[in-house]
């Protein structure tokens, strides 16, 4: 449907359809060739605001890290476009070791 229609902007299907879609091609581990085309699509709707750029930024490490290659510094985008990373790395290392 996807591949037919297009990504599925929040415009067009919702915020929970679009977070249902991305997690979709989050886990398609077993197929980097889709998650390299939704990557395409999804940061085509990121860019025009139709998509949550955490999950631009979320799905580019996935296949930046299935290609061998290192996480982007996108990770710690925020939603509301002020600048401001949504979590600070040593916060989120502090909850992982306890």
């Given amino acids: ?5 297009g ?11 679009a977070s249902a879609a ?8 077993q197929r980097p ?12 709707a990121v860019t025009s605001g139709d998509a ?7 799905l580019e490490d996935r296949v ?6 290192s996480r982007s510094s996108a990770r710690n985008c925020s939603r ?3 600048g401001r990373p949504s979590h600070t790395p040593s916060r989120t290392l502090r909850r992982s070791r306890h």
Avoid: F, Y
């Avoid at 060739?33 to 085509?44: A, G, M």
């Fill in 1 to 5: 449907m996807i591949a037919e229609c």
């Fill in 7 to 17: 990504w599925p902007g929040e415009a067009r299907v919702g915020r929970e359809a």
């Fill in 22 to 29: 991305w997690l979709l091609a989050q886990h398609a581990d």
């Fill in 33 to 44: 060739d889709v998650q390299r085309q939704r990557l395409e699509l999804l940061s085509d």
């Fill in 52 to 58: 949550d750029p955490q999950h631009g930024a979320l």
């Fill in 64 to 69: 930046r890290v299935a290609q061998g290659s």
């Fill in 80 to 82: 509301a476009g002020t």
